[in-house]
């Protein structure tokens, strides 16, 4: 993947991909609209100020926006109880012009997360999270797809990254990024290698990984050393850390300096993975809009 004459990895850059992704969703809803249509609809429900949520749901907002998709607040104190996220859930999940129902996360500790998303519609579920949806995407069936995951084989796609038969190494196995990232590679006929953790000579092994995907969730984990020469690195960690200028900076699980010099494709952070899941959450509500009116294809 590295040409002999490339010094440093070509960047995957998520701006131009996102940005291609919206403006085909917005003009198809704009072809919809045209026919007489209603708008694709997305509620939101944000609990507590955790700032870094706070962003996240403008940019979210920003893009039903640019989109044409109404999207729909529902906001509530960190101490609100269990039973009027569920009610607000409830009344959702029976509201015909909402196609969507995201649920920002992190929640307060007192909140049981788990009940919480069980409670969304699996049909409303643009976050890809419900058992229903996880069990078709590991069935290899369409459905609402977690959109990391779906971000990530967007971007492999876009910058023409071989996956069939290549060796694809995977650290991180939650649900919301590493098992369904696994299984999505596998479909397109990699071999998929899931590492954590507790994984023997972790190093060695991502050192033989043609695709390496890193959603470990400890910053600047991964350095050069764990880089097959050539190899595209996709990674999916933000942390905000302190550098030594006493400046606080935004880093991934990779050292990108280091295995920059590596690496044939890398994704940095910020710019990268981040930029390509609101793109998809756009996505998912837009095939959800879809199946609910009967216009998919």
Same mark, same amino acid.
């Given at each position: 993947m590295i040409s002999q004459n490339q010094e440093v990895a070509k960047l995957i850059d998520g701006k131009p991909v996102s940005?291609?992704?919206?403006?085909?969703l917005t003009e198809k809803v704009s072809k919809y609209?045209?026919?007489?249509?209603?708008?694709?609809?997305?509620?939101?429900?944000?609990?507590?100020?955790?700032?870094?949520?706070?962003?996240?749901?403008?940019? /979210?907002?920003?893009?039903?926006?640019?989109?044409?998709?109404?999207?729909?607040?529902?906001r509530f104190p960190g101490d609100v109880q269990t039973k009027t996220v569920l009610d607000c859930i409830k009344e959702l999940n029976a509201n015909e012009k909402i196609d969507g129902i995201l649920v920002q996360l992190p929640l307060p500790s007192h909140l049981p997360t788990e009940e919480?998303?069980?409670?969304?519609?699996?049909? /409303?579920?643009?976050d890809g999270l419900h058992p229903y949806n996880l069990g078709f995407l590991f069935a290899g069936k369409p459905a609402l797809q977690p959109c990391t995951p779906r971000g990530i084989m967007a971007l492999?796609?876009?910058?023409?990254?071989?996956?069939?038969?290549?060796?694809?190494?995977?650290?991180?196995?939650?649900?919301?990024?590493?098992k369904p990232i696994a299984a999505l590679l596998l479909q397109k006929d990699a071999t998929v290698t899931s590492c954590h953790s507790k994984s023997v000579d972790l190093e060695g092994i991502c050192r033989t990984a043609d695709i390496l995907v890193v959603a470990a969730g400890r910053a600047k984990m991964v350095g050069a050393s764990w880089i097959k020469p050539g190899a595209c690195v996709i990674d999916v960690?933000?942390?905000?850390?302190?550098?030594?200028?006493?400046? /606080?900076?935004?880093?991934?699980?990779?050292k990108f300096e280091e295995v920059q010099?590596?690496?044939g494709l890398i994704t940095p952070v910020p710019g990268g993975v981040g930029k390509m899941t609101v793109a998809m959450l756009m996505a998912n509500t837009i095939f959800a809009y879809e199946q609910t009116l009967g216009l998919a294809h």
């Open positions: 940005k291609k992704i919206k403006d085909e609209l045209a026919a007489g249509h209603r708008n694709p609809g997305l509620a939101v429900i944000l609990i507590g100020e955790n700032p870094a949520s706070e962003i996240y749901v403008k940019n /979210k907002i920003l893009a039903c926006k640019q989109i044409g998709i109404e999207s729909h607040m529902h919480i998303l069980l409670a969304v519609s699996h049909h /409303k579920d643009v492999l796609e876009a910058y023409e990254v071989p996956i069939k038969g290549k060796h694809a190494v995977v650290i991180g196995r939650s649900n919301l990024v590493g960690g933000t942390h905000h850390i302190q550098g030594d200028d006493g400046e /606080k900076h935004i880093c991934g699980d990779v010099k590596v690496a």
